[in-house]
């Protein structure tokens, strides 16, 4: 069956280190990946976007990887703030059998990141 | 402000009782998105417009949802004889782009703060 896991337990980590996030899939073929945080009774905010051809990308302070082989994303935040205390949602798109990727988009369970000061 | 608004913000219905919840999406985005998430789990697709036209829809989406954008612009969704397996937040997302095609990839989702229903 496809699936997308992330870590279902909390991430706790102290101030001004770096918080690496997991997401793992199984059965599907994403075009894409993104990456999303949500605070707690609001919608998600988007993050990052990295394609199935791109190894790394990098925005301020946040680093996403994407290892087709091994069917993962890692996601870290360096110098963590306590305001960077929320949960982080991955989510992928599907490729196409001609190409491109279809539109919506399949959530992981997201993972709840405590940053303490 | 001018991201995407979700009308109510909360809702509390009885079971067997219809709803309708509204979204206005960011003004020139003509792609509109409907999630439905639970507590503790990602936000579920459900279905997804092209200007008005309905492209995709979920399994999740049983015949008691349906949803509409008649002019390219807000959408709603209506729950008809809402169940207690219904209760959730119903998220509403947009974003500008053509349709698929080899070779592009989507532009980003802006989300709005949802709708969070109760069904007693």
């Known amino acids: 069956s496809q699936k997308i896991e992330q870590n279902s337990e909390a991430l706790n980590i102290q101030e001004g280190k770096t918080a690496t996030l997991t997401c793992n899939y199984t059965?599907?073929?994403?075009?894409?990946l993104q990456w999303y945080r949500q605070d707690p009774g609001r919608g998600p905010v988007f993050l990052l976007l990295?394609?199935?051809?791109?190894k790394e990308k990098r925005k301020e302070r946040l680093k996403v990887t994407f290892d087709t082989t091994l069917k993962q994303s890692l996601f870290h935040i360096t110098a963590s703030q306590p305001a960077d205390s929320a949960t982080y949602l991955c989510?992928?798109?599907?490729?196409?059998?001609?190409?491109?990727?279809?539109?919506?988009?399949?959530f992981g369970t997201g993972t709840l990141l405590a940053v303490q000061p | 402000d001018t991201g995407v608004s979700q009308d109510p913000r909360h809702k509390i219905t009885k079971r067997g009782q219809n709803v309708t919840f509204r979204c206005d999406p960011i003004s020139e985005h003509n792609r509109l998105y409907w999630y439905r998430q639970t507590l503790g789990q990602g936000p579920e697709f459900l279905t997804y417009?092209?200007?008005?036209?309905?492209?995709?829809k979920s399994r999740l989406l049983s015949d008691r949802f349906s949803a509409e954008r008649p002019k390219g612009s807000f959408s709603t969704l209506e729950i008809q004889r809402t169940e207690q397996g219904d209760s959730a937040m119903y998220l509403c997302?947009?974003?500008?782009?053509?349709?698929?095609?080899?070779?592009?990839?989507?532009?980003?989702?802006?989300f709005g703060p949802g709708t969070r229903l109760t069904v007693l």
């Open positions: 417009f092209q200007n008005e036209a309905q492209l995709e």
């Open positions: 990295i394609r199935e051809n791109e």
């Open positions: 059965n599907y073929s994403p075009a894409y």
């Open positions: 997302a947009s974003s500008l782009g053509p349709p698929p095609a080899p070779g592009l990839i989507p532009n980003e989702q802006f």
């Open positions: 989510a992928l798109s599907p490729a196409l059998n001609y190409g491109g990727a279809t539109n919506k988009l399949i």
